[in-house]
């Protein structure tokens, strides 16, 4: 007893100075103007990623340990407050009040608007603009999509699992509309798609979107997301809006990072390198370079399979009537001895008979239940980037500028677990079943080049704009259950590549004495596409079970190719969990797609403008679309404008 009262009592004085070590630091962000509570806010200690969001009524709250710190408190339009700080054992509250400004608010836009004077307070149509320092500070995301899932409201992109191919790409979309609707542009110019259509029931389903994990974060200075449609002025895939990615152009100043981490559940493993690096070239020019590293562990969030493993249900292979003479369940095309089929009929008897009680001590003896589920969870990533932004005078007003990168990409995910008792498994290959194991090996590369200047007095920008993505699948811990015992355990199982080439031409001028202003813009577009469906190895595809029978007519035997049995019990062929695709469904189609628009915007008074936009548009494949747009903004004062887009 005494010893219980003693444990006892040592464990509340742990407990008592874990507590006591233990600091909460808690308060409220408001528009130091206004006093409304900022919704969104980050707080975090400098240094660190130990912080959080502010809620609905502007509150946050986070823990840590007791220490002097600055804290750190950030939102997009206001200026961000440094605060040096004391943080004592228990409760500890700090509120901020923040005023507007920033770099965001004075940032011209190119998103949106062509008129080049248009700030971002300015504008007809909403506009998030985003600084990737300030978001990545405080957001515990080190992948471009996820860092846009949380700081941007209109965006969603969720990472999908036992999903083929979209388990490596995650679909991402703005408005809740489909995400081929987005159209993503890298400085202004149109990014590639990737090549990977999505399926299985995931988001856009049967749609083709941008992948954006495949830029580094570290290559970013802001984003801009265009929160309305958009099809008039940039094509007919921005029906949702617009993201525009701006490049870093800083020049010597090294930027370097390392982020590292995991999830609570111990797994999920996250490694982050990143290095940025600008170099001056001649009067006013530079490059920009920025390398990445990026590796992503699984997760697992499924739960413990609960149905039958090794009982089987006595019909197809697990007969217990073979006889000598019979097809070899194992071995396509070869006939069992009697010997063969006794110990067939023999083991199939056991499995066929297992009580409920034989099973579970079966399935415990060979690792329990978790060893024959699936994983549900994030696949695993391991991600290379290069990205370049180049700028280069040419004189008399005029440079020329280029920027692009290269991404690698394997990703590894899983399907679902083929069971011992199941036809799909060949049990001389894998006696305890196996988990499928889907690879992708994934290439992208971009590179844009364009010169940009003045000719009679309109701004004119030439451009060129080229994109390629490649997706291949690499099915490993598999087989070709109709194969049998000799089936090879990775297939080639083919893939797709899809190209883009972009050509702009774009005149700009702003008419200062015409009413308030005239922006007046307009430009053309050419546009190539290219998309190859790969087929991929033999084994990875056919079915070996599937044979053509031997008819006779007129004496003369021959083989009949519309007259077929199966010899291996109808075992599926093709790799499991991703049969390969055929060389009947190789393909390689092109299409192009021509564009010209017009977008002018009248100033009325400093107070109202109406922007007017129309493109047209011809693809070669399903002909003519054009599109209109009318969007205005009146401020009846400087704390209160009226805006709409139509």
């Given at each position: 007893?005494?010893?219980?009262?003693l444990?006892?009592?040592m464990?509340?004085?742990?407990?008592?100075?874990?507590q006591?070590q233990?600091?909460?630091v808690?308060?409220?962000?408001t528009?130091?103007?206004?006093?409304?509570?900022?919704?969104?806010?980050?707080?975090?200690?400098?240094g660190?990623?130990?912080?959080s969001?502010t809620?609905?009524?502007?509150?946050?709250?986070?823990?840590?340990?007791?220490?002097?710190?600055?804290?750190v408190?950030?939102f997009?339009g206001?200026?961000?407050i440094?605060?040096?700080?004391t943080?004592k054992p228990?409760?500890?509250k700090f509120?901020f009040?923040m005023?507007?400004?920033?770099?965001?608010?004075n940032?011209?836009?190119?998103?949106?608007?062509?008129n080049k004077?248009?700030?971002?307070t300015?504008?007809?149509v909403?506009?998030?603009?985003?600084?990737i320092?300030?978001?990545?500070?405080?957001?515990?995301?080190?992948?471009?999509s996820q860092?846009?899932?949380?700081?941007?409201?209109?965006?969603?992109?969720?990472?999908q699992t036992i999903?083929?191919?979209?388990?490596?790409?995650?679909?991402?979309?703005?408005?809740?509309?489909?995400v081929?609707?987005?159209?993503?542009?890298?400085?202004g110019?149109?990014?590639?798609?990737?090549?990977?259509v999505?399926v299985?029931?995931?988001?856009?389903?049967?749609?083709v979107?941008?992948?954006?994990?495949?830029?580094?974060?570290?290559?970013?200075?802001?984003?801009?997301?265009?929160?309305?449609?958009?099809?008039?002025q940039?094509?007919?895939d921005?029906?949702?809006g617009?993201?525009?990615?701006?490049?870093?152009?800083?020049?010597?100043?090294?930027?370097?990072?390392?982020?590292?981490?995991q999830?609570?559940?111990?797994?999920?493993?996250?490694?982050?390198l990143?290095?940025?690096?600008?170099?001056?070239?001649?009067?006013?020019?530079?490059?920009?370079?920025?390398?990445?590293?990026?590796?992503r562990?699984?997760?697992?969030?499924?739960?413990e399979?609960?149905?039958?493993?090794?009982?089987?249900?006595?019909?197809?292979?697990?007969?217990?009537?073979?006889?000598?003479g019979d097809?070899?369940?194992?071995?396509p095309g070869?006939?069992?001895?009697?010997?063969?089929?006794?110990?067939?009929?023999?083991?199939?008897?056991?499995?066929?008979?297992?009580?409920?009680?034989?099973e579970?001590?079966?399935?415990?003896?060979y690792?329990?239940?978790?060893r024959?589920?699936?994983?549900?969870?994030?696949?695993?990533?391991?991600?290379?980037?290069?990205?370049?932004?180049?700028?280069?005078?040419?004189g008399?007003?005029?440079?020329?500028?280029?920027?692009?990168g290269?991404n690698?990409?394997?990703g590894?995910a899983?399907?679902?677990?083929?069971?011992?008792?199941?036809?799909?498994n060949?049990l001389?290959?894998?006696?305890?079943?196996?988990?499928?194991e889907?690879?992708s090996?994934?290439?992208?590369?971009?590179l844009?080049?364009?010169?940009?200047?003045e000719?009679?007095?309109?701004?004119?920008d030439?451009?060129?704009?080229?994109?390629?993505?490649?997706?291949?699948?690499?099915?490993t811990?598999?087989?070709?259950?109709?194969?049998?015992?000799?089936?090879p355990?990775?297939?080639?199982?083919?893939?797709?590549?899809?190209?883009?080439n972009t050509?702009n031409?774009?005149?700009?001028?702003?008419?200062?004495?015409?009413?308030e202003?005239?922006?007046?813009?307009?430009?053309?577009?050419y546009?190539?596409?290219?998309y190859?469906?790969i087929?991929?190895?033999?084994?990875?595809?056919?079915?070996?079970?599937t044979?053509?029978l031997?008819?006779?007519?007129?004496?003369v035997?021959?083989?009949?190719?519309?007259?077929t049995?199966?010899?291996?019990?109808n075992?599926?062929?093709?790799?499991?969990?991703f049969?390969?695709?055929?060389p009947?469904?190789?393909?390689?189609?092109?299409?192009?797609?021509?564009?010209?628009?017009?977008?002018?915007?009248f100033?009325?008074t400093?107070?109202?403008?109406?922007?007017?936009?129309?493109?047209?548009?011809?693809?070669?494949?399903?002909?003519?679309t054009?599109?209109?747009?009318?969007?205005?903004?009146?401020?009846i004062?400087?704390q209160?404008?009226?805006?709409g887009?139509?």
């Open positions: 007893m005494k010893r219980f009262t444990s006892l009592l464990l509340l004085g742990v407990t008592i100075m874990a006591a233990t600091a909460v808690k308060g409220k962000v528009d130091g103007n206004s006093g409304e509570p900022l919704i969104g806010a980050t707080v975090i200690i400098d660190t990623s130990t912080g969001s809620d609905a009524d502007g509150n946050y709250s986070f823990t840590t340990t007791p220490g002097n710190y600055v804290l408190v950030s997009i206001y200026e961000t440094n605060r040096s700080v943080i228990g409760d500890n509120d009040e005023t507007e400004g920033g770099v965001a608010l940032e011209i836009l190119v998103t949106g608007t062509r004077n248009r700030t971002v300015e504008t007809a909403p506009v998030d603009v985003i600084s320092e300030e978001i990545t500070q405080g957001a515990p995301q080190v992948e471009l860092i846009l899932n949380y700081v941007a409201p209109s965006f969603s992109s969720n990472r999903s083929d191919g979209t388990d490596h790409v995650d679909p991402a979309s703005l408005r809740g509309l489909g081929d609707q987005v159209l993503v542009l890298i400085n110019k149109r990014r590639h798609t990737s090549s990977l999505n299985n029931g995931t988001v856009g389903r049967g749609q979107g941008t992948d954006l994990n495949t830029i580094p974060a570290a290559a970013i200075d802001r984003i801009e997301v265009l929160r309305d449609g958009a099809a008039s940039y094509g007919s921005a029906i949702a617009v993201i525009n990615i701006v490049l870093k152009s800083n020049t010597n100043q090294i930027e370097a990072s390392v982020t590292t981490g999830t609570y559940e111990g797994d999920g493993d996250q490694l982050q990143n290095a940025n690096y600008g170099f001056n070239i001649g009067d006013g020019g530079f490059i920009n370079v920025t390398g990445q590293y990026q590796f562990g699984r997760t697992d969030r499924s739960g399979y609960s149905g039958s493993v090794f009982k089987t249900n006595g019909t197809g292979i697990f007969a217990e009537n073979f006889q000598a097809f070899n369940p194992y071995v070869q006939r069992l001895t009697q010997e063969e089929a006794d110990a067939l009929n023999a083991m199939n008897a056991i499995t066929n008979n297992l009580t409920p009680e034989q579970e001590a079966m399935i415990e003896q690792g329990g239940r978790r024959f589920s699936l994983k549900a969870g994030d696949s695993q990533v391991e991600n290379s980037a290069l990205m370049v932004n180049s700028v280069l005078p040419l008399g007003g005029a440079e020329f500028y280029a920027f692009g290269i690698a990409r394997r590894l899983t399907g679902f677990y083929r069971l011992p008792n199941q036809s799909r060949v001389t290959i894998y006696p305890l079943g196996f988990l499928p889907i690879n090996r994934i290439f992208d590369g971009s844009a080049m364009g010169i940009r200047g000719i009679a007095g309109f701004d004119v030439f451009s060129n704009t080229y994109g390629t993505n490649s997706f291949q699948f690499v099915i811990n598999t087989l070709n259950a109709s194969r049998g015992t000799p089936s355990t990775s297939f080639n199982s083919g893939g797709f590549r899809f190209q883009q050509t031409l774009d005149f700009s001028k702003y008419y200062n004495n015409a009413m202003g005239i922006n007046l813009a307009f430009g053309a577009e546009r190539v596409e290219t190859n469906l087929a991929g190895e033999e084994g990875s595809y056919r079915d070996y079970g044979v053509s031997v008819d006779t007519t007129g004496g035997s021959f083989i009949n190719e519309s007259s049995t199966n010899i291996m019990y075992r599926p062929g093709g790799a499991q969990v049969p390969g695709f055929r009947s469904n190789e393909l390689k189609e092109s299409r192009t797609a021509v564009g010209l628009y017009v977008d002018t915007e100033n009325f400093s107070n109202f403008f109406i922007d007017v936009a129309a493109r047209f548009e011809n693809y070669s494949d399903f002909g003519n054009l599109n209109g747009k009318l969007a205005l903004r009146w401020a004062i400087d209160l404008a009226l805006r887009a139509v």
